[in-house]
């Protein structure tokens, strides 16, 4: 039987967004799955330019169901003093401020840290940035691309002489998750009594910063060693034998060492090679990486006369890691994650589709999934819980304050081509 859920941890607490794209969306959208109330501000013309980059999700945009689930939609004119005026009055009962627009364009519209700490100085605020304040690239735009080849993260992707970006979006996703993580550490800061000073009310976190945190590996090799290590594919310039490998059955078999003793089953159990588990040049991992090509050609030529499935079993049976190579279409339908009901329907304004729960799993507290919001949808209910009466949003209305109104469960119709 299941557990009975419980309120989520962060229940109680109001976090405002001024956010586009994926860094900012995807911190919010965690502190909305553990609970939180999110109230996203969009502009009135348009909204999040993430709701535009595709329509194949019954007409909305993959990236946009992804990255904003259960928050609620307010269409402000920011630029007009009465639509600011509202983001203030909105700020007043919040407890968490979250914005990434382009350099010095929060600031332009008079929500800069400065001005917060004035007007709402129990407010916790965080900036989403691209490369930080200081420095001789905090002036530029940064996207998940640019970043990525800035920080060089592009350079050990691929393979030689044919460098890639990671598929996910990583440092937009990763700086997220570290600007949730210390939008917690504020609130946890905020709310312990007994402390004998106050936590810090603002933070920030870039890109960049994120990213070369994430290169910390690479980095501290190329530090110490003064030269750049080569990428490898699918596979890892740090240990080896560590790559993927074609089967006879026409699939890709992925298979891994991290110590010596693993070489040492993979070798004597699985290969039935005790020659190369004797042999002393591959007796270390540094050893191995130096001679991975011969090490790759004989697990390659032990792998391509065996089935998958054969190669699995035996593979675990000698406790060695490995994992079948997916594509995306695949791993929809994965069985390790329709066997543990990983996937849940979630309301949006085109109609019910399909999302993976959050990653944490809390005992007994079942993630809200809440409904993706049509642009400006909670813009009246959202107000006038903020104290505007009937009349006063129609005036706001009328003046390009605040978004055209939004029917109660409208539905986005759109010709798909």
Not at 215 to 221: K, N
Not at 277 to 306: K, T
């Amino acid at each position: 039987m299941a557990a009975e859920s419980v309120p989520g941890p962060l229940s109680g607490v109001t976090v405002v967004s001024l956010e586009q794209a994926v860094s900012a969306p995807m911190c919010t959208r965690v502190l909305a799955d553990f609970g939180a109330r999110v109230i996203k501000v969009e502009n009135p013309r348009g909204g999040d330019f993430a709701r535009e980059y595709d329509h194949v999700v019954h007409g909305l945009a993959a990236h946009f169901v992804w990255a904003n689930r259960g928050k609620e939609s307010v269409a402000l004119n920011l630029k007009d003093p009465d639509g600011a005026g509202a983001l203030h009055r909105l700020l007043d009962s919040a407890d968490v401020f979250v914005s990434n627009l382009a350099p010095g364009a929060v600031t332009a519209l008079g929500f800069g840290t400065d001005e917060l700490a004035t007007r709402h100085p129990d407010l916790i605020s965080m900036s989403i940035d691209g490369y930080g304040t200081g420095g001789t690239l905090s002036h530029k735009r940064a996207y998940d691309l640019l970043v990525q080849a800035e920080s060089g993260a592009c350079a050990v992707t691929g393979t030689p002489g044919s460098p890639a970006k990671p598929g996910p979006p990583i440092a937009d996703v990763s700086t997220g998750i570290y600007a949730a993580l210390s939008i917690v550490t504020m609130l946890y800061a905020r709310d312990t009594p007994g402390r004998a000073a106050p936590g810090p009310t603002s933070a920030s976190v870039s890109l960049f910063d994120t990213m070369a945190e994430l290169m910390g590996y690479a980095l501290t090799w190329s530090r110490h060693t003064g030269v750049d290590q080569e990428p490898i594919g699918m596979g890892s310039p740090a240990v080896a034998p560590y790559g993927a490998y074609p089967t006879r059955d026409g699939q890709t078999v992925v298979l891994g060492t991290t110590n010596d003793r693993e070489w040492q089953r993979l070798a004597g159990e699985l290969l039935a090679r005790p020659d190369l588990a004797r042999d002393p040049r591959f007796g270390s991992n540094a050893g191995r990486v130096e001679h991975r090509a011969e090490l790759d050609a004989a697990i390659a030529q032990w792998c391509v006369g065996h089935d998958l499935d054969i190669i699995q079993q035996q593979a675990d049976a000698a406790g060695i890691g490995n994992a079948r190579y997916n594509t995306p279409t695949e791993v929809l339908a994965h069985p390790h994650l329709t066997q543990r009901q990983r996937w849940r329907p979630i309301e949006t304004p085109a109609g019910p589709v399909t999302a993976l729960l959050p990653p944490p799993i809390l005992a007994g507290y079942d993630p809200p999934m809440g409904a993706i919001p049509a642009l400006g949808q909670h813009t009246d209910t959202v107000l006038a819980e903020a104290g505007f009466d009937t009349g006063t949003l129609a005036a706001l209305r009328d003046r390009g304050a605040i978004g055209p109104a939004v029917p109660a469960g409208a539905v986005v119709e759109r010709t798909v081509s």
